[in-house]
Nanobody, 115 residues
């Protein structure tokens, strides 16, 4: 089993920055890719950014150039640096980790961007 704990959400004005963290614990040796998803009220959960075990990153078009995903392997922690935040970035942000055939999700952290 793997447990994921997100932190770093909050309220910020448009144009501001936040950094989200996701720490994995448990059977972390099985983990490969990690990712951030978000879900706004009334919308489907969507991929924000992902990073493979080898460090390759992929971003949603809506966040390219503003968000950066990074990974601290020694501590099995993944970060999402969010700059130039917009009101449309408001959502609950979820961390996801994959290991073998399993997917693990965190409980989510709220990000609210005021205009």
């Amino acid at each position: 089993q793997v447990q994921l704990m997100e932190s770093g959400g909050g309220l910020v004005q448009a144009g501001g920055s936040l950094r989200l963290s996701c720490a994995a614990s448990g059977s972390i040796s099985s983990l490969n890719g990690m990712a951030w998803y978000r879900q706004a009220p009334g919308k489907q959960r969507e991929l924000v950014a992902s990073i493979t075990g080898g460090g390759s990153a992929v971003y949603a078009d809506s966040v390219k150039g503003r968000f950066t995903i990074s990974r601290l392997y020694g501590k099995n922690t993944v970060y999402l640096q969010m700059n130039s935040l917009k009101p449309e970035d408001t959502a609950v942000y979820y961390c996801r980790a994959s290991g073998g055939i399993y997917l693990y999700w965190g409980q989510g952290t709220q990000v609210t961007v005021s205009s």
